[in-house]
T-cell receptor, first 114, second 114 residues
Framework: AQKVTQAQTEISVVEKEDVTLDCVYETRDTTYYLFWYKQPPSGELVFLIRRNSFDEQNEISGRYSWNFQKSTSSFNFTITASQVVDSAVYFCALMTGANSKLTFGKGITLSVRP | GAGVSQTPSNKVTEKGKYVELRCDPISGHTALYWYRQSLGQGPEFLIYFQGTGAADDSGLPNDRFFAVRPEGSVSTLKIQRTERGDSAVYLC????????????FGPGTRLTVL
């Protein structure tokens, strides 16, 4: 069975601070995919990134960066110089090679104050 | 292009009634997924279709829930004899194919059972 744990439930930062959202996953499959989605107050889940289990390279996209470490089963997400528009719930999700369904964590509510 | 659309955006019904929720996927996407999101939780998988057939319906909670996709495009999630515990946001997603393809989500239907 697969599981995603997002231990942080709520994070509050002041604008321009850096913030890291943690994600720990569990699976016995050797082929799997990890995702981050953003859910702003409007409610629609917005895709941010997908990584596969064979590619541990970290990725940077603008102010966003992701750190994938198989040794600790973690896929953490860092927002640099946070902005008010980053306020949302962020979900980490896992898909194994055996099927196509996503298993989500409980989400982290990020509040960025001006 | 147009994203995933879902109708209605909100549905209020009485306990025991029948409801239908509709999802229109991104054009050209062959895979379609239904998830349910309760307050403060991550989305939970219900069912997915590859083409017209349900490839995995293991997430449907009981036989009151049923989904169809008769022409391989639009899908309808049907809930019979609704219960108060069915209240949640029902999310639909689509992807180009199954496997590791990224799932893109619609805005959801908020179902309230009184």
């Amino acid at each position: 069975a697969q599981k995603v744990t997002q231990a942080q439930t709520e994070i509050s930062v002041v604008e321009k601070e850096d913030v890291t959202l943690d994600c720990v996953y569990e699976t016995r499959d050797t082929t799997y995919y990890l995702f981050w989605y953003k859910q702003p107050p409007s409610g629609e889940l917005v895709f941010l990134i997908r990584r596969n289990s064979f590619d541990e390279q970290n990725e940077i996209s603008g102010r966003y960066s992701w750190n994938f470490q198989k040794s600790t089963s973690s896929f953490n997400f860092t927002i640099t110089a946070s902005q008010v528009v980053d306020s949302a719930v962020y979900f980490c999700a896992l898909m194994t090679g055996a099927n196509s369904k996503l298993t989500f964590g409980k989400g982290i509510t990020l509040s960025v104050r001006p | 292009g147009a994203g995933v659309s879902q109708t209605p955006s909100n549905k209020v019904t009485e306990k025991g009634k029948y409801v239908e929720l509709r999802c229109d996927p991104i054009s050209g996407h062959t895979a379609l997924y239904w998830y349910r999101q309760s307050l403060g939780q991550g989305p939970e998988f219900l069912i997915y279709f590859q083409g017209t057939g349900a490839a995995d319906d293991s997430g449907l909670p009981n036989d009151r829930f049923f989904a169809v996709r008769p022409e391989g495009s639009v899908s309808t999630l049907k809930i019979q004899r609704t219960e108060r515990g069915d209240s949640a946001v029902y999310l639909c997603a689509s992807s180009f194919s199954t496997g590791a393809d990224t799932q893109y989500f619609g805005p959801g239907t908020r179902l309230t059972v009184l």
